[in-house]
């Protein structure tokens, strides 16, 4: 006999049908004529309620129907009185596939705090709200391919693992195959990473951008989805040292193309949401943030304010609220400052442009003014910083000027530099933080609990 998914029989319930169910007991009610089993199998939020009639069933088999264990149900679906939910099972026979010790099982109560389930996130899968995150996690991913499918956009592998150290983005984490004591060591007495494993010092990527542009000057226009890793030691709800990043990159595209790109994709993965993922956006607005649902359709509805950093730094210098973080022309700005134009001046999405270029990447593209270069940051209400991105530097001049003024080695970076020698395009991209975005549309507010496994410092576990 199949077996049908909680989901089918919700959806696409035969009612007087024989079905077969497996998955894990939720809770266990009744008396001592009949059981009200909740059986979750994670296809959907909901768990169906098998009722068993304890008569037709031994009660050593019974015992062990407890909270945790995974059963299989074979019974009649039928429409259920209880309030709440439409259909139910009536259970024939009933199988124990895998005991749980009441005892030790350590998901037995409702309301456990997200801190607690860090420590078991190799269980916390089994609670209402993760199982939303992580359907709601998945649902986003498939759209990110949708919609840039759509669109044309070719989907490009970057490399993980690269040699490259220019972006400036973060902090890296070294690969190697040398080990820390007994690494060989050249005439200087510096580890000599001719021996290892590329024959040159390698890290894990911060970003997939400059190989991007590489296939943006082709493709004309590509995307990539893949983990980066930053090794700041940054302990705040916003950042991980792994998190998935999506990177457009499109040749023939100003920095206002660039905007438009990117508030269209936010609200297209918004609203692809509110559409496919109703039932578990209901149960995280009930739960977990009662704002979800009102602010994932005020952001749909407006359109996103446009702003320079200059004007942003005047409207901040103006503000009637301190800072914790000094505000001046030239530094970069905090989240608080971020959220404080975003929750409190102009209560919507932000999108601020031409930031000094002291504060920003080497591959930004200068502006007249000599001071500013074309980059733009997306700030998002409860977020701050959701899409990082720039119009790129396409002249070959300006690039290497910056790059000296920078010392960023050109020698390194030959291969980008190349593309602007022959055949340069104005182009532009921009990141979106995954990991970040899953927070807002979920309304959770610590990024660990959108990740399966957050690595976070002095935090690796599973
Ligand atoms: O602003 P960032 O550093 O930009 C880049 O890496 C560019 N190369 C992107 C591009 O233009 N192609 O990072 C982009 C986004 C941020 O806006 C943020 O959402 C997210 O990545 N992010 C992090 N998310 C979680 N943890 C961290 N440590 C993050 N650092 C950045
Ligand atoms: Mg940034």
Redesign the pocket.
């Known amino acids: 006999m199949k077996r049908s998914t909680v989901k089918e029989l919700f959806t696409a319930p035969e009612i007087n049908s024989k079905v077969l169910l497996k998955g894990w007991v939720r809770t266990r009610r009744g008396n001592n004529q009949v059981a009200f089993i909740a059986v979750n199998d994670g296809t959907i939020i909901h768990s169906i309620q098998v009722v068993a009639d304890l008569q037709s069933f031994p009660e050593e088999l019974m015992k062990r129907v407890t909270t945790g264990s995974s059963i299989s149900v074979i019974g009649k679906l039928v429409e259920s009185m209880g309030k709440g939910q439409s259909v139910e099972i009536q259970a024939s026979e009933i199988e124990i596939l895998g005991d749980s010790d009441p005892e030790v099982y350590p998901l037995q109560k409702k309301g456990h705090s997200f801190e607690f389930l860090r420590d078991i996130a190799h269980l916390r899968f089994r609670t209402n709200t993760f199982g939303a995150v992580f359907r709601i996690r998945h649902a986003l991913a498939f759209a990110v391919h949708q919609y840039y499918n759509d669109k044309g956009f070719f989907y490009l592998h970057t490399p993980i693992i690269t040699a490259s150290d220019a972006?400036g983005?973060?902090a890296m984490f070294r690969v190697t195959t040398l080990e820390p004591d007994g690494a060989p060591k050249n005439e200087d007495g510096e580890v000599d990473y001719t021996q290892d494993f590329f024959g040159r010092p390698t890290n894990l990527t911060?970003?997939?951008?400059l190989e991007?542009e590489l296939g943006a000057l082709a493709l004309s226009s590509i995307y990539t989805f893949g983990p980066?890793f930053?090794a700041?030691n940054?302990n705040t709800p916003?950042?991980?040292?792994e998190?998935w990043?999506i990177?457009p990159?499109m040749a023939f595209y100003d920095i206002n193309d660039n905007m438009d790109l990117a508030e269209d994709f936010l609200k297209y993965l918004i609203r692809y949401t509110l559409e496919h993922c109703q039932d578990d956006l209901e149960f995280l607005n009930k739960m977990v943030d009662k704002g979800l649902l009102e602010r994932l359709r005020f952001v749909l509805k407006h359109p996103f304010e446009r702003k320079s950093y200059s004007e942003a730094i005047e409207i901040l210098i103006k503000a009637d609220k301190k800072f914790e973080f000094p505000v001046e022309w030239g530094l970069d700005l905090q989240s608080e400052h971020e959220r404080y134009l975003v929750e409190e001046h102009f209560k919507r999405p932000v999108i601020l442009t031409d930031y000094p270029s002291i504060i920003k990447?080497f591959y930004m593209k200068q502006n007249d003014d000599g001071k500013t270069v074309r980059a733009m940051?997306?700030l998002f209400p409860q977020i701050g910083?959701?899409?990082?991105?720039?119009q790129r530097e396409e002249n070959l001049d300006k690039l290497q000027n910056r790059m000296r003024k920078m010392n960023i080695p050109e020698d390194e970076l030959w291969w980008y530099l190349e593309t602007r020698k022959f055949g340069t395009v104005e182009h532009s991209?921009?990141?979106?933080?995954f990991?970040?975005l899953i927070m807002f549309i979920t309304g959770m507010s610590n990024?660990r609990d959108v990740i399966p496994f957050p690595r976070t410092p002095k935090s690796a576990d599973f």
């Open positions: 972006e983005a973060g911060v970003s997939g951008q991007g980066t930053r700041e940054s916003r950042h991980v040292a998190f990043m990177e990159e990447s940051d997306v910083e959701i899409i990082g991105g720039s991209g921009f990141g979106l933080g990991d970040r990024i």
